[in-house]
């Protein structure tokens, strides 16, 4: 069974562009979630959906950041406009648990570079 | 503020030995526990997921849950230098999404 894919694998982009960071779940999963993973702070939660509805966007750092998931098999993470600061490891994960909870398989991740 | 605290080590052991690593968390409403693996530049990986009180036991992996105490820990036996890897824990209280900490290196030396 396919895993969770994630597109790009590596993007670079300049300060000020747009970057859209794409996340297939594994199929019949129920949750999906993003993260972002510094060396400074590690593992963060930014947004969660569930059944294709956003649960909690409390990590979203700013408006810069937005996220969708427009049917159960496919998210996008949007940064418009992208800063240094964004650089960072985004995962998506996803989980056949409802609420958050239970176990979640990750996804390659999308090393973003912003310059 | 719920916190998942972990020893960032490095925690360096000889091949053949018991790793120990180990995880504290603040919320005693905390339901499910959860150990994964991140080797450097891949992705976190499940290991274990642990629910009640006591031993669970994998492989060469054994995670140990203590509620009244408010921490879990994860012991590699026969400790391999392929288990080299810095290692998350995670914990879940209903109706959150997971909360992780920042992990643990460990390294094993041949």
């Known amino acids: 069974d396919a895993g969770v894919i994630q597109s790009p694998r590596h993007e670079v982009t300049e300060m000020g562009q747009e970057v859209t960071l794409r996340c297939k779940p594994i199929s019949g999963h129920n949750s999906l979630f993003w993260y972002r993973q510094t060396m400074m702070r590690g593992l963060e939660l930014l947004i969660y959906f569930n059944n294709n509805v956003p649960i909690d966007d409390s990590g979203m750092p700013e408006d810069r950041f937005s996220a969708k998931m427009p049917n159960a098999s496919f998210s996008t993470l949007k940064i418009q406009p992208s800063e240094p600061r964004d650089s960072a490891v985004y995962f998506c994960a996803s989980s056949r648990h409802r609420q958050g909870g239970g176990e979640q398989y990750f996804g390659p991740g999308t090393r973003l570079t912003v310059t | 503020q719920k916190e998942v605290e972990q020893n960032s080590g490095p925690l360096s052991v000889p091949e053949g030995a018991i790793a120990s690593l180990n995880c504290t968390y603040s919320?005693?409403?905390?339901?499910?526990f959860f150990w994964y693996r991140q080797y450097s530049g891949k992705s976190p990986e499940l290991i274990m997921f642990?629910?009640?009180?006591g031993d669970k036991e994998d492989g060469r992996f054994t995670a140990q849950l203590n509620k009244a105490s408010q921490y879990v820990s994860l012991l590699i036996r026969d400790s391999q230098p392929s288990d080299s890897a810095t290692y998350l824990c995670a914990v879940n209280i209903k109706g959150t999404a997971l909360i992780f900490g920042k992990g643990t290196t460990l390294s094993v030396s041949s």
């Open positions: 642990i629910y009640s009180n």
């Open positions: 919320d005693r409403g905390s339901q499910s």
